[in-house]
């Protein structure tokens, strides 16, 4: 029973801990936003023909934005900044998985969000369909970690009580 509630809790552990480094790795490539940009149009070849137009279109837009107004910019390092944040809610289930259950399940919600945002603001911000589907597939990803992450605290947390 001991080596059922360790093996669970190194699962938990590392399927977190894979968790955060997501959001991390979300958090800092926003802040080279127009740098990663760049690197992709030089080689928009590697992508399918239909989005090499909108690739460029992106890279275009945020040179040209940064040029005139940086400061707009601002937002996507504070969207950088709140990815570190959430990331850092998500020690205390790395401490304590039961009590601190409801990260998890907040983190799933938001994954679900995703796909509502996507398709509701989406339209409105003129992103082509295919890349809002690309949007979702990170909902997709990280609600997987963290449900494998709930069902296995839900039998930690039987196996406590």
Not at 16 to 22: K, S
Not at 72 to 99: C, E, N, R
Not at 131 to 153: A, K, M, N, V
Request: hydrophobic letters at 50%.
């Amino acid at each position: 029973m001991v080596q059922h509630e360790q093996q669970l809790r190194k699962k938990v552990k590392t399927w977190i801990i894979i968790f955060i480094i997501g959001l991390v790795l979300s958090g800092v490539t926003a802040f080279p936003i127009e740098t990663e940009l760049a690197f992709f149009a030089a080689h928009a070849q590697a992508f399918p023909t239909f989005m090499q137009p909108w690739i460029m279109k992106v890279y275009l837009a945020v040179k040209t934005t940064n040029q005139n107004y940086p400061y707009l910019s601002y937002g996507t390092d504070w969207l950088a900044f709140g990815h570190l944040v959430i990331a850092m809610a998500f020690v205390g289930p790395l401490k304590d998985p039961v009590k601190n259950t409801w990260v998890i399940q907040f983190g799933m919600i938001a994954c679900i969000m995703v796909f509502p945002l996507a398709f509701i603001a989406g339209p409105i911000r003129g992103i082509p369909i295919y890349w809002r589907f690309i949007d979702c597939c990170f909902g997709i990803l990280g609600i997987i970690p963290l449900y494998i992450c709930y069902r296995d605290i839900k039998k930690l947390e039987a196996l406590t009580s």
